[in-house]
């Protein structure tokens, strides 16, 4: 354990404190020609210029295609070769340690048999910490027979409490979780402010809200949301209004009935999975929190919606740094939405106008995780997206008011993403060398007609600087020399020690916990707890400056593919090791300034209030 500061408190508020935290389904990519449209532009990117919309403001709001036959096939048996020399002599290492650790899960997608679209999308989790004990436990949802609808026949979800002795414990039964129905991902926040997290379960039907009791048991209240049957995929917490508590943004993929399903054809006449451009689309939904422990419905009313969307990955950020938080939302297919918050209650789709709905060469991508962070530290948030086999996964370089622009083949990041169907991705420093890394959960979808192509995939960890990506998978740990077919990927401090180490969902496959077990420089990990903003900070942006350097960071909400992590913040310092200068910017609009003398360690931050000296 490392030395932990708090700043505001003098201790850490006790458990009974009540407040005071492609699917591309089955979409044949044009892989020939992709290939040869890259070999053409490789070195160009799309930038695009237009006005960000509004100002910085504190104050509160008033609350008034045609698929084609892959044509190129790829050996996955073997690590990608790439054409660039590693950035540094170090990577980020992890060790899969979750059996020794007793967490033993895996996700099940049913019979491979049933050729039912909704079996290839589903495998989340999300750290939790459900009792307070200082320890972060982990949900992991789960799939069954999609066929068939909840029954004790069918496998529930699963919670496990972290022991204080390291491992893992099975508490679903006790805490009170019977959650049966097909699941897709997990979304934890705090939605009452009480202190103990809330828990979010996407489904292919109606979502299920479990309300935490803060006597380690949970409360079915998805009867508190205005909810529409459906497919649903990825949703993230945020506060998109500003008034205190957290508001809830659900994906929702395409219309299809599981229990009546459509069947489609190969040529030659064989059962095949449906393909998302053979099936409509289903709006997604914003559910406002009323702060009386009910969500209403307003998706349609706040402005929150796209033509032909069909939405797999969220994140809830601010992308234009008007302290307002914006909702990115990462399509299948489909051209991506940016909805732009007005600071009044409405929004704007401005994905086309800003450069980032579609990529550089004009088309819509197949679009599944999104990784969010300021990897070149120009003080704006980027993306990073992944994508279907064929295509590339994208690097959105936020340049402020100038827009986005996708910098991937400028960074060298084209070919080595292009053999895979990536899912889950996070943008974090690892080793804290002060670079961020990338890592990629891949896997291909279960369509016993593609050509040439093996479900499982390896895995992905890169480096990514200012000018290029580098691929230090086969440096990372025996992990990435194996293969898996990868969904989600949310990432803790699990063990406590300061650094992030991840939890992977795999279909039909165990899920790997891998500890960090990198070689680090300087670091400091900031922990939060709002008092007038949501109680775990989501949409606080940090800015430290060490130095002449100055990096920035923002809890956002949502981010990788179907999964939820810890509401903390690690910063990579390298060799820096001078005291630094935090600027914090807290969602209600509060400021503090903090000086922190001693590296290594882990602060808590509590929010200041007008009262506090």
């Known amino acids: 354990m490392h030395p932990v500061s708090s700043y505001s408190v003098s201790v850490k508020r006790s458990a009974t404190d009540p407040r005071g935290d492609r699917c591309c389904l089955v979409r044949r990519s044009t892989g020939l020609l992709r290939w040869l449209v890259l070999l053409a532009m490789l070195g160009c990117d799309s930038s695009t210029t237009s006005k960000t919309t509004g100002l910085p403001r504190a104050s509160r709001p008033v609350v008034a295609k045609k698929s084609l036959v892959l044509s190129k096939t790829f050996d996955l048996r073997q690590p990608v070769e790439i054409e660039h020399q590693l950035l540094s002599s170090e990577s980020p290492v992890f060790e899969d340690v979750a059996i020794s650790a007793d967490l033993r899960h895996t996700y099940d997608t049913g019979d491979k048999k049933l050729l039912l679209m909704v079996q290839p999308t589903g495998g989340g989790c999300g750290w939790i910490d459900f009792d307070r004990d200082g320890n972060w436990d982990l949900y992991l949802n789960q799939g069954g027979d999609p066929s068939l609808p909840p029954s004790e026949k069918q496998?529930?979800?699963?919670?496990?409490?972290?022991?204080?002795?390291?491992?893992?414990?099975?508490?679903?039964?006790?805490?009170?979780?019977?959650?049966?129905?097909?699941?897709?991902?997990?979304?934890?926040?705090?939605?009452?402010?009480?202190?103990?997290?809330?828990?979010?379960?996407?489904?292919?039907?109606?979502?299920?809200?479990?309300?935490?009791?803060?006597?380690?048991?949970?409360?079915?209240?998805?009867?508190?949301?205005?909810?529409?049957?459906?497919?649903?995929?990825?949703?993230?917490?945020?506060?998109?209004?500003?008034?205190?508590?957290?508001?809830?943004?659900?994906?929702?993929y395409v219309d299809f009935d599981r229990f009546h399903p459509r069947v489609c054809l190969s040529a030659n006449g064989e059962r095949r999975?449906?393909?998302?451009?053979?099936?409509?689309?289903?709006?997604?939904?914003?559910?406002?929190?009323?702060?009386?422990?009910?969500?209403?419905?307003?998706?349609?009313?706040?402005?929150?919606?796209?033509?032909?969307?069909?939405?797999?990955?969220?994140?809830?950020?601010?992308?234009?740094?008007?302290?307002?938080?914006?909702?990115?939302?990462?399509?299948?297919?489909?051209?991506?939405?940016?909805?732009?918050?007005?600071?009044?209650?409405?929004?704007?789709?401005?994905?086309?106008?800003?450069?980032?709905?579609?990529?550089?060469?004009?088309?819509?991508?197949?679009?599944?995780?999104?990784?969010?962070?300021?990897?070149?530290?120009?003080?704006?948030?980027?993306?990073?997206?992944?994508?279907?086999?064929?295509?590339?996964?994208?690097?959105?370089?936020?340049?402020?008011?100038?827009?986005?622009?996708?910098?991937?083949?400028?960074?060298?990041?084209?070919s080595v993403t292009l053999p895979m169907v990536g899912f889950g991705t996070v943008m974090e420093d690892f080793n804290c060398d002060g670079t961020e890394d990338l890592i990629m959960a891949n896997g291909h979808l279960d369509d016993p007609g593609h050509l040439g192509t093996q479900l499982a995939m390896l895995p992905q960890l890169f480096s990514i600087s200012d000018s290029q990506i580098t691929d230090n998978s086969a440096r990372g740990g025996d992990y990435f020399g194996q293969q898996f077919i990868g969904r989600g990927v949310a990432t803790a401090d699990y063990d406590g020690d300061g650094d992030l180490d991840l939890a992977i969902v795999h279909q039909n496959a165990p899920v790997s916990l891998l500890k960090n077990q990198s070689s680090r420089r300087h670091w400091l990990q900031l922990q939060f707890i709002g008092r007038r903003s949501n109680r775990q900070g989501i949409g606080v942006r940090v800015t430290l400056r060490s130095g002449g350097d100055h990096f920035m960071r923002e809890l956002a909400g949502g981010t990788s593919y179907c999964s939820s992590h810890q509401p903390a913040m690690v910063f990579g310092l390298g060799d820096r090791d001078q005291p630094c200068e935090l600027e914090v910017a807290w969602p209600s609009g509060k400021r503090q300034s903090i000086r922190v003398a001693e590296l290594d360690r882990i602060v808590v931050l509590t929010e200041p209030v007008d009262d506090d000296k």
């Open 273 to 414: 999975l449906c393909q998302p451009n053979e099936i409509d689309p289903r709006p997604d939904e914003l559910y406002l929190n009323e702060g009386d422990g009910t969500f209403r419905a307003a998706a349609q009313e706040r402005g929150v919606f796209g033509s032909n969307n069909k939405a797999l990955g969220v994140t809830i950020a601010d992308f234009n740094n008007d302290e307002w938080p914006d909702i990115y939302v990462a399509n299948d297919a489909t051209p991506n939405f940016l909805f732009i918050n007005q600071s009044d209650g409405q929004f704007l789709d401005k994905a086309n106008e800003l450069g980032c709905a579609v990529a550089s060469d004009g088309r819509a991508q197949a679009s599944m995780g999104i990784a969010v962070g300021d990897y070149d530290h120009n003080g704006f948030l980027d993306l990073y997206l992944t994508h279907y086999e064929g295509e590339w996964n994208t690097l959105y370089r936020n340049l402020g008011p100038a827009g986005f622009s996708d910098v991937t083949a400028a960074v060298k990041g084209v």
């Open 155 to 252: 496998p529930s979800d699963q919670l496990f409490r972290k022991m204080h002795h390291g491992r893992f414990q099975p508490v679903t039964e006790l805490a009170n979780i019977d959650e049966r129905d097909y699941s897709q991902g997990v979304a934890v926040g705090d939605f009452d402010n009480d202190g103990f997290s809330d828990i979010m379960v996407t489904n292919i039907g109606i979502c299920t809200l479990y309300q935490n009791q803060g006597d380690g048991t949970f409360r079915d209240v998805s009867g508190a949301m205005e909810q529409r049957p459906g497919w649903h995929s990825s949703a993230a917490w945020g506060d998109i209004d500003r008034d205190g508590d957290l508001d809830l943004y659900v994906c929702r």
